[in-house]
């Protein structure tokens, strides 16, 4: 049944029939995802080798990870521009494209010019994958409807945990039995296979299309377009926009202090795991990161019960506590408990992550349509930000200092400014609640909230 006031109903309305007709479209995307994230995973592991080998410095390596950070830095800062110009489905569609495009050339690419093609991926590479996240990421409302985002994310972060695992777990035995360039091929066919679905779905928003404006709650977008020049924002106005929703900026501040404590036990797992076996250095990286998935993927299957038993979104609360737990999580990985303690606490780093992603990006597709964009593309920006800076700093750190210390230090620090975002957010919610209560309609007895609450 239509809504009275002429809109057309989106993905998310008409009850569990509409729900449903709008939820399966979205499985298959996720689905294509999974399968690209599964190739870019896999490729992580046999670009660096190959890169090691090609070039026979261990420079390179760090050096072609510097220029996939940065590519992914500068889409970032693009991204919401060119979400407000074209559409969400089109942007995904060609970030596939081009990554199937520049692994076939890297295929076929001489073997005097393929570092010059590995730095095209690597450019590449980083900067559709930024692109394609915050697409997906702020096109979901628009796919499912705003009463499932807590679901939708949750699927997002399953599909991703599952293909993290696949890709590192199989990345060693593929390059062993069949080489590099079959671990290319199998990447570049898993872009193909996105580009695909990707093509074959209906997918809203974006500037392309009528979802891509400012709903009846996000009022609070206008103005920030350039006069004269609709569907063009003003990348400034839109970000200082973005920052004025309470608590949103110190939440872009804590993913980055996150994404910086993050590099810092990337760059340390295999160093405390070569230190645990000398001879057998893979086993504990392997094992912890396998662990990690499975808490991921049991976290999700969580959330995503309770978003469909409530209906309700995990709120931005649950990131600042999944932020705290994960970090305290992953400094007590490297304290050197008996292998079960560990087991377990690897487990918990990986639920108390999934539980940080989904409520991080719930909290952000709360934001009008112009506005999330622009506010998906800063987040990916200062998050490349702090994991290349992490990288750089923890690396030169773990020559002088143990991997506890380091990565104690790193991850300390995003628990204080988890403890001080709490803090804001309880306060802004306690005045928010004093407000209510004091207001005309609370002492007549009405809810303020209406129905909706």
């Given at each position: 049944?239509?809504?009275?006031?002429?809109?057309?109903?989106?993905?998310?309305?008409?009850g569990?029939?509409?729900?449903?007709?709008?939820?399966?479209?979205?499985?298959?995307?996720?689905?294509?995802?999974?399968?690209?994230s599964?190739?870019?995973?896999?490729?992580?592991?046999?670009?660096?080798?190959?890169?090691?080998?090609?070039?026979?410095?261990?420079?390179?390596?760090?050096?072609?990870?510097?220029v996939?950070?940065?590519?992914?830095?500068?889409?970032?800062?693009?991204?919401?521009?060119?979400?407000a110009?074209?559409?969400?489905?089109?942007?995904?569609?060609?970030?596939?494209?081009?990554?199937?495009?520049?692994?076939?050339?890297?295929?076929?690419?001489?073997?005097?010019?393929?570092?010059?093609?590995?730095?095209?991926?690597?450019?590449?590479?980083?900067?559709?994958?930024?692109?394609?996240?915050?697409?997906?990421?702020?096109?979901?409302?628009?796919?499912?409807?705003?009463?499932?985002?807590?679901?939708?994310?949750?699927?997002?972060?399953?599909?991703?945990?599952l293909?993290?695992?696949?890709?590192f777990?199989?990345?060693?035995?593929?390059?062993?039995?069949?080489?590099?360039?079959?671990?290319f091929?199998?990447?570049?066919?898993?872009?193909?296979?996105c580009?695909?679905?990707?093509?074959?779905?209906?997918?809203?928003?974006?500037?392309?299309?009528?979802?891509?404006?400012?709903?009846?709650e996000g009022?609070?977008?206008?103005?920030?377009?350039e006069?004269?020049?609709?569907?063009?924002?003003?990348?400034?106005?839109?970000?200082?926009?973005?920052?004025?929703?309470?608590?949103?900026g110190?939440?872009?501040?804590?993913?980055?202090?996150?994404?910086?404590?993050?590099?810092?036990?990337?760059?340390?797992?295999?160093?405390?795991?070569?230190?645990?076996?000398?001879?057998?250095?893979?086993?504990?990286v392997?094992?912890?990161?396998?662990?990690?998935?499975?808490?991921n993927?049991?976290?999700?299957?969580?959330?995503?019960?309770?978003?469909?038993?409530?209906?309700?979104?995990?709120?931005?609360?649950?990131?600042?506590?999944?932020?705290?737990?994960?970090s305290?999580?992953?400094?007590?990985?490297?304290?050197?408990?008996?292998?079960?303690?560990?087991?377990?606490?690897?487990?918990?780093?990986?639920?108390?992550?999934?539980?940080?992603?989904?409520?991080?990006?719930s909290?952000?597709?709360?934001?009008?349509?112009g506005?999330?964009a622009?506010?998906?593309?800063?987040?990916?920006?200062?998050?490349?930000?702090?994991?290349g800076?992490?990288?750089?700093?923890?690396?030169a750190?773990?020559d002088?200092?143990?991997p506890?210390t380091?990565?104690?230090?790193?991850?300390?620090?995003?628990?204080?400014?988890?403890?001080?975002?709490?803090?804001?957010?309880?306060?802004?919610?306690g005045?928010?609640?004093?407000?209510?209560?004091?207001?005309?309609?609370?002492?007549a007895?009405?809810?303020?909230?209406?129905?909706?609450?």
């Open positions: 049944m239509g809504q009275a006031d002429g809109r057309p109903e989106r993905a998310g309305d008409g569990p029939a509409g729900r449903a007709r709008g939820e399966r479209p979205f499985r298959f995307l996720i689905a294509g995802y999974a399968l690209s599964y190739g870019t995973f896999l490729n992580m592991v046999a670009l660096n080798l190959f890169v090691y080998e090609t070039t026979g410095r261990a420079l390179a390596m760090g050096l072609f990870m510097a996939r950070l940065a590519s992914g830095f500068v889409a970032g800062l693009t991204a919401g521009g060119l979400l110009r074209f559409t969400a489905k089109s942007l995904m569609w060609w970030a596939n494209v081009a990554q199937a495009a520049v692994m076939l050339l890297l295929v076929l690419a001489p073997g005097g010019t393929r570092t010059g093609a590995l730095l095209a991926v690597s450019v590449v590479v980083g900067a559709c994958g930024t692109l394609f996240m915050v697409a997906l990421r702020s096109s979901i409302p628009e796919m499912v409807g705003d009463d499932r985002r807590s679901w939708a994310n949750s699927l997002s972060v399953t599909g991703r945990s293909a993290m695992v696949a890709g777990a199989s990345a060693g035995v593929v390059v062993s039995l069949v080489g590099y360039t079959a671990a091929v199998v990447d570049l066919i898993t872009f193909v296979v580009a695909v679905t990707v093509a074959l779905l209906p997918i809203p928003g974006g500037g392309g299309g009528k979802d891509a404006r400012p709903d009846s009022d609070s977008g206008r103005g920030t377009r006069k004269g020049r609709p569907g063009r924002w003003r990348r400034p106005g839109a970000f200082l926009a973005s920052a004025a929703v309470p608590g949103l110190l939440m872009v501040v804590l993913r980055s202090v996150d994404a910086f404590g993050s590099s810092s036990h990337n760059a340390a797992l295999p160093v405390h795991s070569a230190a645990l076996d000398t001879t057998h250095p893979a086993v504990f392997s094992a912890f990161w396998c662990l990690w998935a499975l808490g993927v049991a976290a999700q299957q969580v959330i995503q019960r309770y978003a469909g038993r409530t209906g309700r979104a995990v709120g931005a609360p649950g990131f600042g506590y999944g932020t705290c737990l994960m305290g999580a992953f400094i007590l990985a490297f304290a050197g408990f008996p292998s079960a303690a560990t087991a377990v606490i690897a487990l918990v780093a990986g639920a108390a992550d999934g539980l940080t992603e989904v409520s991080y990006t909290r952000l597709q709360t934001l009008p349509a506005l999330r622009h506010a998906f593309g800063l987040s990916a920006t200062v998050e490349n930000l702090g994991f800076v992490g990288m750089i700093l923890v690396a750190a773990l002088r200092y143990s506890l380091v990565v104690a230090w790193s991850h300390g620090a995003a628990v204080v400014v988890a403890v001080v975002f709490l803090v804001r957010v309880s306060g802004a919610r005045r928010a609640d004093a407000r209510a209560t004091h207001s005309p309609a609370s002492r007895g009405v809810d303020p909230g209406g129905p909706e609450r």
